[in-house]
């Protein structure tokens, strides 16, 4: 053993980790969404869950979660593809047209996310005899929501990595997970303090959780807060498509050879 | 003959703290069936250039046009008849070498059958036909490359770009390449603007040559012209006896030359090359072998690059 080789290699990694606040995301983003997540579901269960559900409350929430979190990464994982593959060029020098591009990812989606939930809930049936489809038909307009505030997330996250490139890729990975703690996920947004309340109520996830477990409490469909969520849905994923449109022409400005 | 590709006061700067002219309002026209040459040292506007012929970098000022169409307007219709190659892309590397085809094919709305039929005998010219089911991953370098060309060939475009396509490739394949080039523009009558920096394959290939510095057009003639517009020769000796007596007299006269074992190279115009040889032969230098180089393309690009130009 050659202490110089072994330092060698420490600052091979060492050097990468200091190149932005992206490469920290590992020490410090990671662990505190963990925290946040786990923490406020634990201190419900801990001090207000008198339910018997609770086990598929969780588990509803895990899979209609999958359906935010695939939507995300898949739109932005599509566009690293052709940075990774050195495709970029390739692909945007042929007639195919932006909106032709982001209609095939979303197709794409689609297809893989039927694949996912049905896989999880299969899964979640055979570990734990649960159903996480006793939310009943309401699951498709739910799912449908929550999808599009995937693909809104997924096309902000793009719109950083088209202009930026590699070094913001990790964004793909992040961008749901600082959703997912005020999006109430695991646990109603009353455990939220104040001020991430609001932050919650802003954001058309939170009316879905707190749908799923109005559903699995009650059976009743909150026709409200559907149309709440569809409406900042709308807004949102406007605003997205919107964003990366005028970002993929600001990096088209300095050049897409440059992203490869 | 027609025109195929227009370019007008073609303009890039990028702007910054201290902003940046790559691309200085550059005007070129590529008729049908032509193949132009698009030369300079690294740096001097080349890839900017086909980056934006390609709509992939949009310019500060000035225009593109294909066959009469504007590409900013008409980008999509354009880029259907417009393919490109470049050493420095790759393709999905987890996919085969079909698969990549069949998407490409798509882009350009072509359907499955045709896909084949057009890729196939490109493949086989390539001689990569039987690399057809494997991923693009296991091809070596030089195969990618030859995959690149059929990719941009087997869609059947008017105007193909190609940025060094033959930059990895073995000699005598890159000799196939461009025999290939020169074929197809003889049969389909296409379009073709080449990038490379190897002279020797311009100077055979290209109809016209347009040389960049510094984001500007340099030059703008035959290969030929532009190789004889150099009057510098070169002319190489064997020294049987006299080295000392041979340095000494082109010292004398100014000559640039440098030495390689018993060889003597100088750098100098045609018309002095007689006098130089009849001053050697009176300080009774032997030599064994003479050899005297035209000056060629590359001479032109040495030239450009040291700044003599």
């Known amino acids: 053993m050659n202490i110089r080789r072994i330092s060698g290699v420490f600052f091979r990694y060492f050097y990468v980790l200091k190149k932005g606040p992206q490469q920290l995301s590992d020490l410090f983003y990671w662990p505190l969404i963990d925290i946040l997540l786990w923490g406020l579901t634990s201190v419900w269960i801990q001090t207000y869950a008198k339910t018997s559900d609770l086990s598929l409350i969780l588990l509803t929430g895990l899979i209609f979660w999958q359906i935010t979190w695939r939507g995300s990464v898949d739109v932005s994982i599509s566009l690293l593809q052709e940075f990774w593959h050195r495709n970029l060029v390739n692909l945007f020098s042929t007639p195919l047209k932006l909106s032709e591009w982001m209609a095939g990812i979303i197709l794409l989606c689609l297809c893989k996310l039927v694949i996912t939930v049905s896989f999880g809930a299969l899964a979640v049936y055979v570990l734990y005899s649960l159903n996480v489809f006793t939310v009943g038909w309401a699951f498709l307009p739910f799912a449908a929501l929550l999808l599009m505030f995937g693909w809104s997330l997924g096309y902000i996250a793009s719109s950083a990595i088209i202009y930026w490139g590699h070094q913001v890729e990790a964004i793909a990975w992040m961008i749901g997970f600082v959703f997912a703690p005020f999006s109430a996920v695991f646990y109603p947004v009353a455990i939220l303090p104040g001020w991430a309340q609001s932050i919650a109520w802003c954001l058309p996830s939170t009316y879905i959780f707190e749908g799923m477990r109005i559903v699995l409490a009650t059976g009743t469909f909150p026709i409200d807060y559907f149309w709440i969520s569809f409406v900042l849905n709308i807004f949102l994923l406007g605003f997205a498509i919107m964003l990366f449109t005028t970002m993929f022409k600001k990096s088209r400005n300095k050049g897409l050879a440059r992203l490869q | ?309």
């Not at chain 2, 040459?37 to 690294?42: A, C, R, T």
């Not at chain 2, 060629?296 to 690059?305: A, G, H, I, M, T």
């Open chain 2, 1 to 309: 003959m027609s025109i195929a590709v227009s370019v007008k006061k073609l303009k890039k700067v990028y702007k910054g703290k201290i902003p940046f002219t790559a691309v200085d309002e550059i005007s070129f026209d590529v008729q049908e069936g032509e193949i132009l040459g698009l030369l300079g040292p690294n740096g001097s506007g080349k890839t900017t250039t086909i980056q934006m012929l390609l709509g992939t970098l949009t310019p500060s000022s000035g225009s593109i046009e294909y066959f009469g169409k504007d590409l900013a307007h008409h980008r999509s219709e354009i880029l259907s008849s417009v393919s490109f190659a470049s050493t420095y892309t790759s393709l999905p590397y987890i996919l085969t070498v079909a698969e990549n085809l069949d998407f490409y094919g798509r882009l350009y709305g072509m359907k499955g059958k045709e896909i084949t039929q057009k890729a196939d005998p490109l493949l086989e010219r390539f001689g990569i036909l039987e690399k057809k089911k494997q991923p693009v991953s296991s091809l070596s370098a030089g195969q990618i490359t030859r995959l690149m060309l059929v990719k941009a060939f087997f869609t059947d475009p008017r105007v193909i770009l190609l940025d060094e396509p033959t930059a990895s490739l073995d000699p005598n394949i890159a000799m196939e390449v461009c025999d290939f080039l020169s074929d197809r523009r003889e049969k389909t009558g296409i379009s073709i603007l080449f990038t490379s920096h190897k002279m020797d394959e311009v100077a055979e290939l290209c109809d016209r040559t347009i040389f960049l510095k510094e984001g500007k057009i340099i030059a703008d003639d035959l290969p030929e012209n532009l190789a004889k517009s150099i009057s510098t020769f070169r002319l190489r000796l064997t020294i049987g006896d006299g080295m000392k007596r041979t340095v000494a007299i082109a010292e004398n006269q100014g000559l640039p030359y440098s030495i390689e074992h018993r060889s003597i190279q100088f750098s100098l115009d045609e018309k002095s090359i007689p006098p130089f040889l009849n001053a050697l032969m009176q300080a009774g230098v032997a030599y064994t072998s003479i050899q005297v180089q035209e000056p060629s393309l590359e001479d032109y690009f040495l030239k450009l690059v040291e700044k003599k130009l």
